[in-house]
């Protein structure tokens, strides 16, 4: 159920919300709280902080919506406020929207708007509490932490998490789009960042569809992990869509850039933590071992098209993937050669 608090003083709003979203109220999707402006709004907030959405309008007595606004992104940042007024308060809204209002309708309130923005609002303050969670439970191996993180964390719960470690049982890979050094040096700035956004954004929505994790983006290589479950398995299966995507982006076309990927995938025991200077302030949640630094040596010896595995993982995998063996490979800073297989399908 979501809990939606409408700031306004015209009581005739609250009869006429009650009605329109009656199917919604009974089914216990929407409990809606009143307050008859930002004073009592603020009251409502404490005895309901669990309260998703704000409603508020903007000309109210004893405290107006751009105040209440200003109150609600501190004490609660992880609702969000949709601002309901006149065109006549444009500039007002200009100025709400500029102090962090999520979006705004217009009266008379036409509710069929009203109810996509608050659908839309709830959707947004999901994600938000599903990344706050992730955070929250280390899910997340790189993250920018902002103010609203620190109050929803709390501040010594964060320090304390920032020093937590662990080992894990995990598939890391690494994939780098070949030859991209040479086309940047040919191409403009903006083209080039456009162009390697729009292949890391490929990447990462395969990468999340098998549940991998970020880890980090290098200039022009991409790590990533893959934890729980089947985790090689959801590592390959995502690099071979992957490597497959950014392959077709190229058929067909006369360009002086033919993307592809060369791709290593190394799985086992690894450490989890954060690592990273506490003076600078500048800590990465990320992986570390001989297992990761395994993949970036793969990664280092695959052509381009070509995703390396060793003898270890192709063991796990042989009977779910089509591979071939590449032979014995002496791999950076290994005194022994490592037999190496490319997957292919």
């Known amino acids: 159920m979501t809990k939606i608090l409408v700031a306004d003083d015209e009581p005739d709003l609250e009869v006429l919300i009650r009605q329109k979203f009656r199917q919604k109220i009974r089914d216990q999707q929407y409990e ?47 609702s969000k406020t949709v601002m309901v007024s006149a065109y006549g308060d444009m500039d007002n809204i200009r100025t709400a929207m500029n102090r962090g209002a999520f979006d705004f309708v217009t009266k008379p309130v ?28 280390n899910n997340i191996l790189k993250m920018y932490v902002d103010h609203s993180v620190l109050n929803f964390l709390g501040k010594k719960e964060y320090e304390a998490a920032l020093m937590v470690s662990e080992t894990v049982e995990a598939t890391v890979a690494f994939i780098d789009i070949c030859g991209f050094t040479k086309i940047s040096e040919k191409e403009s700035p903006t083209a080039v960042v456009s162009m390697l956004n729009d292949y890391f954004d490929l990447m990462v929505k395969e990468i999340i569809a098998q549940n991998g994790i970020i880890d980090k983006f290098m200039g022009d290589c991409l790590m990533t992990v893959f934890k729980g479950q089947y985790h090689l398995d959801r590592a390959i299966e995502a690099c071979l869509n992957i490597r497959n995507k950014i392959k077709a982006l190229g058929v067909g076309k006369d360009q002086a850039f033919v993307p592809n990927v060369a791709i290593g995938i190394n799985s086992g025991e690894m450490v989890s933590g954060n690592i990273g200077s506490v003076t600078l302030k500048r800590l990465d949640y990320t992986v570390i071992g001989d297992v990761v630094n395994t993949a970036q040596r793969l990664q280092s010896v695959a052509a381009a098209g ?40």
Do not use: W
């Open 32 to 78: 809606f709280v009143f307050a008859i402006n930002g004073k009592d709004a603020l009251e409502k907030m404490k005895q309901h902080p669990d309260v998703a959405i704000v409603l508020s309008d903007i000309n109210m007595p004893e405290m107006d919506g751009l105040t209440l606004l200003t109150q609600l992104t501190d004490t609660n940042p992880l």
């Open 110 to 137: 036409n509710f069929d708007d009203l109810n996509l923005t608050i659908e839309k609002t709830i959707r947004h303050v999901a994600q938000v509490q599903e990344t706050l969670n992730a955070i929250k439970e």
């Open 306 to 345: 070509e995703i390396i595995i060793n003898e270890t993982s192709y063991q796990q995998i042989k009977d779910s993937f089509n591979c071939t063996k590449v032979g014995e490979v002496v791999l950076k800073n290994k005194t022994n050669p490592a037999t190496l297989y490319k997957v292919l399908d």
